[in-house]
């Protein structure tokens, strides 16, 4: 952030006031990311919100205010019932902010607190992740971080179960023409789901078949408890795990048919997944009558 750009830190308890007259009570830290940091918030009308907080990182501020507009033009972009829907962004104390609806919390900390999950719950999840990539994807998008973390929960309507949605937009890539190849040739992934397609040498890119390999790992995740790697591990030993194909190996050992459909979202090569969000839904509702009926 430039010298002369001063930045005034939010503090729990500390009120702060948009030009249009809203006033947010800051609360306790939920998350920090690389670029962002995001807090529990209270609006002027008591509502609870989440206030994600974009860091300079000794970045120019101009930089900045350009990611933040980025993020903040998608999340109005993409208004879905399985995207975290945005309900403010201003600039205060040369802070960017991106006010967002509070979630329960993100699906690592509740499949952590509800595990193990029968088939039909990861089904649901698969469903509503489903058709969120769907809609981004129709939008020119290409999401290039779905995560465990970034996808979060929310309590759903009265017997219908929690609802998942996709959360942070903030290296995502959009594309105006959409007949043309979407291809993203940065390589900035979380590393424990960097898709082998940035690691392979034949490929070097993101592509929309990238987020269908991210939804492969969260729903191995969801099935399993835990990754084929953590955070532990030095990013070299992650990749050399990525490009032997572990993931999908440990898909195929579950030995299910919803085990055999998340190994087809993990293959290597991407032209050997499913090549959209339909055709995946189409699979996993018929791929077997004895794990639910959908």
């Known amino acids: 952030m430039a010298e002369d750009k001063k930045v005034i830190w939010p503090i729990a308890g500390n009120t702060i006031t948009t030009q249009a007259g809203m006033i947010y009570t800051i609360g306790q830290p939920i998350n920090s990311g690389g670029y962002a940091l995001v807090f529990e918030g209270l609006d002027f009308f008591k509502n609870s919100v989440a206030l994600k907080i974009f860091k300079p990182a000794n970045r120019p501020f101009e930089e900045v205010q350009e990611q933040w507009a980025k993020e903040t033009q998608l999340f109005k972009k993409l208004r879905h019932q399985n995207v975290v829907a945005i309900y403010d962004a201003f600039i205060c104390d040369n802070l960017f902010y991106i006010v967002l609806e509070r979630a329960w919390g993100n699906l690592c900390d509740w499949i952590k607190a ?14 509503q992740l489903l058709f969120a990539i769907y809609f981004i994807h129709k939008e020119g998008v290409i999401q290039r971080d779905i995560t465990i973390y970034n996808t979060l929960v929310f309590e759903g309507p009265q017997s219908r179960g929690p609802l998942f949605k996709i ?29 082998p397609e940035l690691l392979l040498p034949e490929y070097g890119y993101t592509n929309e078949q990238s987020d269908l390999y991210h939804l492969g790992l969260v729903l191995l995740y969801s099935l399993k408890g835990k990754l084929p790697f953590d955070e532990s591990m030095d990013v070299t030993q992650i990749s050399e795990m990525i490009i032997a194909g572990i993931p999908r190996k440990e898909a195929e050992e579950i030995g299910t048919t919803l085990g055999d459909f998340i190994a087809i979202l993990l293959r290597r090569h991407h032209e050997y997944r499913f090549k959209t969000a339909l055709d995946a839904w189409g699979a996993l509702k018929s791929i077997s009558t004895n794990l639910v009926q959908i």
Request: hydrophobic share 45%.
């Open 167 to 195: 959360s942070d937009f903030g290296i995502s890539k959009e594309f105006f023409d959409l007949w043309k190849s979407k291809i993203c040739n940065t390589n900035i992934a979380h590393p424990c789901f960097i898709p």
């Open 114 to 127: 509800v595990k193990p999950l029968q088939d039909a719950i990861v089904i649901e999840i698969a469903r």
